[in-house]
């Protein structure tokens, strides 16, 4: 099953159309249940390395710190969210499959948690890629979940070359991570953390990542640590949906291709003539391009905006 099939067109009032309900089935499901782990399909995605999990960018991150008003103890700055600022899973639907993995919680200085609970001022790193299996759309943020709260966010912006050789070219930059702070992590009797990938639209929905990664927090006379968050309370209102526009098709009938490249598979054709669409991506020679129910890599010269 791949995301491409997500696309299809939701019209909306007041003259907006959002696009962006993607896999074929379409179907939403109210968090915070939306896929479980075991629910997941692996598909190409386990191309990675055999197991979906590629290489680990920044093994030996060591998290920021900054010194405000001269104090004598350094602020960290970490991806999760403050307690005040987590909004509830069960707020956003669904798409059932996965998009991507949730390949390693560890330490920030790289050594793996194990079966030991970590205290409320350790930092933890998340890690893992995200991005459309099937036709390459390459997908913005990532947000982290425990407790039916979302506890943190990623932007997905690190370099993957195992998941592009492995699973789509378009996806060399689909790797992320965020750095957490054990004590903003909620407890609720499930140690497990989640991922999910975000697809805009009217209003945004999640897919899942596959894996899940279980921590134990200490809070047993636990100091503080003076933090900052660096990611401020996501709603799905928060991402809009792509702009629809009107686009001409110069040939009498035009190829969508899985991607940028002439030798990739047909996905599709659209006939010739003014077409509302919505461009995904360009990337100079070719753009991903949703036209309805019909979505794929269309050449550049073959289209123009339509003003």
């Known amino acids: 099953m791949h995301v491409y099939r997500w696309i299809v067109v939701v019209a909306l009032m007041a003259g907006v159309v ?8 379409g179907q939403r499901s109210p968090g915070p249940e939306l896929v479980s782990s075991g629910q997941t399909e692996r ?15 920044g093994e030996n991150l060591i998290p920021p710190e900054l010194d ?8 960290v700055i970490v991806d999760s969210l403050l307690p005040t600022a987590q909004t509830a899973l069960g707020d956003w639907s669904g798409i059932q499959g996965s ?13 793996q948690l194990g079966d030991s609970a970590v205290s ?21 943020d990532v947000l982290l979940a425990r407790c039916n709260r979302i506890i943190g ?5 690190l370099d993957r070359p195992d998941v592009a050789k492995a699973v789509h070219p378009n996806l060399v930059r689909s790797g992320w991570e965020a750095q ?14 989640s991922a999910w990938a975000v697809i805009p639209g009217s209003p945004a929905l999640l897919i899942s990542l596959v894996g899940r990664h279980a921590v134990t927090v200490d809070r047993i006379d636990a100091p503080a640590v003076s933090n900052v968050s660096a990611q401020s309370e996501v709603r799905p209102e928060t991402y809009g949906a792509p702009v629809k526009e009107t686009f001409e098709i110069l040939a009498s009938r035009a190829n969508l291709r899985r991607c940028g490249s002439a030798a990739c598979p047909v996905t599709g054709q659209i006939d010739g003539g003014t077409h509302w669409g919505v461009l995904l991506e360009d990337n100079g020679e070719w753009s991903l391009m949703g036209f309805g129910e019909q979505q794929g890599w269309l050449f550049n010269k073959l289209y123009r905006r339509v003003q």
């Open 18 to 25: 959002a696009l962006f309900v993607l896999f074929s089935n």
């Open 43 to 57: 598909g190409a995605a386990e191309m990675v390395n055999g197991s979906g999990r590629g290489e680990n960018p």
């Open 68 to 75: 405000l008003d001269n104090s004598s103890t350094p602020m």
């Open 99 to 111: 998009a991507g993995y949730f390949d390693q919680l560890v330490l920030v200085d790289g050594s």
């Open 120 to 140: 409320t001022i350790d930092i933890m790193v998340a890690r893992g890629w995200a991005g459309d299996t099937g036709l390459g759309m390459r997908l913005s």
């Open 153 to 157: 966010r990623a932007k997905v912006t």
């Open 180 to 193: 957490l702070l054990a004590g903003h992590l909620p407890s609720c009797g499930d140690d497990d953390l």
